[in-house]
């Protein structure tokens, strides 16, 4: 049973920065992509990053180039979003999402196991 866990959510004033966890169970971590993806109230789910299995390949949405970095600990079977220059318009659950792939396109249908979300409130 695969289980994504995410963390680290908050509320943080404009310019302020935030880092996200996901943490995988039951998933062969090493042999998955990664992604994270967000849904602002009344819109659409949109993607924010990806990262292959070996973390050698990554990709970003054009919103958040720059500002956000994803990152994985193999080891701890855990993905990481660092998000710097956090902005109002980022208010949004984020979503960790997983696919046994080496590599997928930033579209949630790409994406098999998804973690419940967390909550990021910029004001």
């Known amino acids: 049973h695969v289980q994504l866990v995410e963390s680290g959510g908050g509320s943080v004033q404009a310019g302020g920065s935030l880092r996200l966890s996901c943490t995988a169970s039951?998933?062969?971590?090493?042999?998955?992509?990664m992604g994270w993806f967000r849904q602002a109230p009344g819109k659409e789910r949109e993607a924010v990053a990806s990262?292959?299995?070996?973390?050698?390949?990554?990709d970003y949405a054009g919103s958040v180039e720059g500002r956000f970095t994803i990152s994985q600990d193999n080891a701890k079977n855990t993905v990481y979003l660092q998000m710097n220059s956090l902005q109002p318009e980022d208010t949004a659950i984020f979503y960790c999402?997983?696919?046994?792939?080496?590599?997928?396109?930033?579209?949630?249908?790409?994406?098999?196991?998804w973690g419940p979300g967390t909550q990021v409130t910029v004001s």
């Open positions: 990262i292959s299995t070996d973390g050698g390949s990554t």
């Open positions: 999402a997983a696919t046994y792939a080496f590599w997928a396109r930033l579209e949630p249908a790409d994406y098999k196991y």
């Open positions: 039951g998933l062969a971590f090493s042999n998955s992509c």
